[in-house]
């Protein structure tokens, strides 16, 4: 409530529609929360379209946009463990909100006393005045028809005959995922038992995270059983998509890194066979995510993009081009922790759209003899093997978050030389937006906005990544190692990550 009246301070003084949207998923209480959000923006005199039950992420988004919302308002804690629940607001594009508005509404909410500061209407009342309104099924048949039109091949899923095995992780996937795969032609999905209802306690996966390998085990007993052509799992709001595909005897599970190459590859492919790529393509990638983009964008003359870690920012890009009447430039964006968009109906990442795309690339490559590992096989051996990891370090508590800070200045005061006897060629300090090149001793500005990462370049190519995550108490390093063979990316790969450690001070 405390958070729900910032926000409605906030967007009395936009003008517009004085409307905002809410959608929630499983976890414990948000159904509740969402509700409680909605009674206190009717008392202040603003206009609420609601979910009449749990919808995803892309859903919120796409519903802020389609009646002009002044902001919107996602009750989840995303991929979080079980206990947590959040808050994620957003703006009129459908974007998570820019980090000014987010200033001036935490401002607001600061101001406001938690106990009695915030104004409530019973939410029956608030329906019956017709100031809360459920969203219509005109406009969830909008978003469906939205992720269907960016099938790549219509019709391929029929045709292959594909098969799957898929768990929404007790989350909002399993409506409107199932729904998009079915209209696509696909009729034999396996729901994972265990993980189909809604259940914020997570039983099977207390963290449901599809980075996380133990989310799967439920689904790959399953899928020993039925053989599918694809296991699938979407977190609680269904904004992460994971895949794991067979791999002889066993299954392999993709990284978001490798996920996110392939669909590139293939919408540049197809698109690129069919006629249908814009003029001027761009997609748009997060600093952190896999060279590799560069690599396959180059082949297809599409642009790319780099910006800063966080959905917002591939929302962001879309919105200039948008502005500019240019929209249909944009043909894919993502990052490497499983989140994809393609398309402009929503701005932020859709494990909807992503599962519908997986399963047409699929079954295209199936209809040609060959599944995802051979896939990614193909790409590495046209592309260079390049493995992309990431290591968390947690800090937990107040004296955690200051070891962090500790940690971060420590590093900007003694810049190293070298890591893992690799010499560093340059560094970038998003936080003062410089980019030093070591080897000729000039620096550059950095056109992204401020943000407290570091970027070291190496001379063999390969890159070493370290920034605080924005919403857990962990600093996250990212090795990129390129190699002649899988076999010397891997060896480079688990070199840096050790060096990378000794560097940090928490080897």
Known sequence: RQATQGLANWVKTQGGTQTVAISYDSRIKSDVFAKAAAEVLAANGVKVRIYSALMPVPALSFATRYYNCNAGIMV??????AKYNGYKAYGPDGCQMTDEAADIVYAEIQKTDILTGAKTMPFAEGLEKGIIEYVGDDCINALYEAIEARSIRPGICKTAGLKLVYSPLNGSGLVPV???????GITDITVVPEQEKPDGNFPTCPYPNPEIKQVFECGLKLAQEE???LLLATDPDSDR????????????LFTGNEVGVMLLNYILSQRTEKGT???RPFTVKTIVTTPLVDEVAKKYHCEVKNVLTGFKYIGEQIGLVEKAGEESRYVFG?????????????????AVVASMLICDMAAYYKTKGKNLVDVIHDIYEEFGYCINTTDNYQFDGLSGMEKMAGLMAQLRENTPNAIGGWKIVSMSDYLVSRQT???????????L???NVLSYQLENGASVIVRPSGTEPKIKVYVSAFGKTQDKAKELSQSLQKAAAVVLGVE
């Open 76 to 81: 989840t804690a995303s991929h979080n463990p």
């Open 178 to 184: 199932t729904h998009v795969l079915h209209d696509i």
């Open 227 to 229: 053989e599918p052509d």
């Open 241 to 252: 998509v994971g895949i794991a595909v067979k791999d002889g005897e066993d299954y392999r």
């Open 277 to 279: 790529m814009p003029q």
């Open 334 to 350: 993502f990052e490497e922790s499983y989140g994809y968009l393609a398309g402009t109906y929503v701005r932020d990442k859709d």
């Open 437 to 447: 090149d070591f080897c000729t001793g000039k620096s550059s500005e950095i056109a």
């Open 449 to 451: 906005p401020k943000s």
